[in-house]
């Protein structure tokens, strides 16, 4: 019975990371591409989606037992971060 309790803790931390990952990205909602590139530096990948919605992309890569994994915000016509999304753990 610990055992299953220890493992049980372990992934709830793991989905804790998780969670926590993608709501430090979407504080990012709301602020201007120009202050998120201030903080975060240039992306690694621009892209152009249509409609004026622009695709910024930052990559991690992975080392010492971590996957690579990208961290992405979609900006619109008016220069404002309109949603963050990441594939990182």
């Not at 504080?27 to 919605?53: N, Q």
């Amino acid at each position: 019975m610990t055992l299953a309790k220890i493992l049980l803790g372990v992934v709830s931390l793991g989905l804790g990371a998780c969670s926590t990952t993608q709501e430090r990205m979407s504080s990012w909602v709301g602020t201007t591409d120009a202050h998120l590139m201030s903080a975060w530096g240039a992306p690694d990948r621009k892209a152009k989606a249509g409609g004026g919605i622009r695709v910024l992309t930052y990559k991690e890569k992975g080392g010492k037992g971590r996957i690579p994994c990208q961290k992405t915000f979609a900006v619109d016509a008016d220069s404002r971060v309109i949603a963050a999304n990441t594939d990182c753990f």
